[in-house]
């Protein structure tokens, strides 16, 4: 099956390679957790403000409390660094954070934009939303939301969609990006049933008209019928979200996470130039401090729970790792790359993770007792003019830093989703016996 967003056949190259490359963490897929350190299921971390998470500081206290391998994450961290042109790494094991070192502009209270790794929380908010709503949205992820009902401005100006297949589209194919939307970029690709093909390239998200542009935005098939990497869909769910919670994304995130959770500054990048976006975009941008990163983790990997509190309502954070029946093409579920079919070798099977451009991942381990937070990024996602939020004044030590040259046994880029993989491959090889 083909494992990721936007499938090619250097996909297929990179997959070889990395079968000889995990060589490392062989095993790590079949390992079974040890549940004998120091993990504590109550467990959960204060705010940064107020002391912030427990912290193993050596080998010896990695190794005893945690149950990880410091060398071994340091390898990780070499690699990272060789990722992208700012980047961090951050570890949590059984409660503890056991590793966290950053590069160039990246740093704890940093608020870069995290970009597609933002749809994660659009997802996470719109779980939220069924279950709080419940009587508003009664079919659930099987509803279908292009209705006067929930997207009105669908209809204008004639008061027919544009596109009659439309009509057919669920919020769980939206949340999947199933919905029959043609994927982004220059080359967009498909999958059916795990056979990728290329699709002709059409106008994506305009900034400027973020709603209507998403909502127009082409279809290449029936709903349901293939996966397409398309950001309008999960910002049509945020649109969704918007209509049913009478909230917008940001400030209902806030209120359901950030606040309980008790996260730093944190926003969305809506300041574009000297244009600034009406509506959060839930295709992603979001800008979280990367210790929050964490946090965010760590509640799903904790079953939505927050000191007492159910965040997240647990059956639908467990649908994240697992082929979902509205998508059966691809490995992606609610928004989350997830490694149910073992295409990432060295990795455990219930693994799933979300990346964003420039090499941004947040990556979710359940039987390893695993959050690891991948920081990456140009210089410009760290502009503080893309939020408006007090930055920390920024290192220039890697304003020069070049790429990585690809070799036979890293076909694709480094900063991205190959990269990513390789460093869930590493830090679950970190796992002691």
Known sequence: MISRFRPNSSRVIFILALASSALLAIGAAERPAKHDFAKAPGYFPPPDRTGGWRTATNSAQARDL?????????QAWEFTRNCSQNGGLLVVRNGWLVFEKYCGRAGRNANPDMAST???????????????????????????????????EAFSPNGQL??????EITLGQLLCMSGGY??????????????????????????????????????WTNAGAGYSYSSPEPHIASIVLRR?????????????????????????????????????NGAGSIAVHATDALRFGYC????????????????????????????????YTLMFEHNADGHVAGAPRDSYWKSGAGGFALIIVPSLDLVIYKMGGHNGQYDPTLTGLPQPEPSHDR???????????????LGGDDGIRRVLEMVSAAVRE
């Open 399 to 413: 304003d020069d830093w070049k790429p990585v040259a690809r070799t036979p046994f890293h076909e694709g880029s």
């Open 300 to 331: 799903l990997l904790r079953d939505g729970k927050w000191s007492g509190q159910q965040l997240v309502p647990a059956d639908y954070i467990a649908l994240c790792n697992r082929m979902s029946p509205h998508n059966p093409h691809s490995p």
């Open 182 to 219: 043609t994927g982004e970029g220059g080359a967009p690709t498909a999958v059916v049933m795990g056979k990728a093909f290329a699709l002709k390239a059409v106008p994506g998200q305009d900034i400027k008209d973020l709603d209507g542009s998403s909502l127009r935005c082409a279809m």
């Open 66 to 74: 945690a149950g990880m391998s410091l060398p071994r994450l340091e």
């Open 118 to 152: 933002g749809k994660a929380y659009t997802s996470i908010a719109c779980g939220i939303m069924l279950k709080e709503f419940r009587d508003k949205i009664p079919d659930g992820l099987d509803t279908k939301v292009f209705t006067p009902k929930f997207l009105p």
């Open 244 to 280: 049913v919670t009478g909230m917008e994304l940001d400030r209902y995130i806030d209120e359901r996470l950030a606040k309980p959770m008790g996260w730093g500054a944190w926003g969305y990048c809506l300041h574009r130039g000297d244009f600034t976006t009406p509506h959060a």
């Open 162 to 167: 544009d596109d009659g297949r439309r009509a």
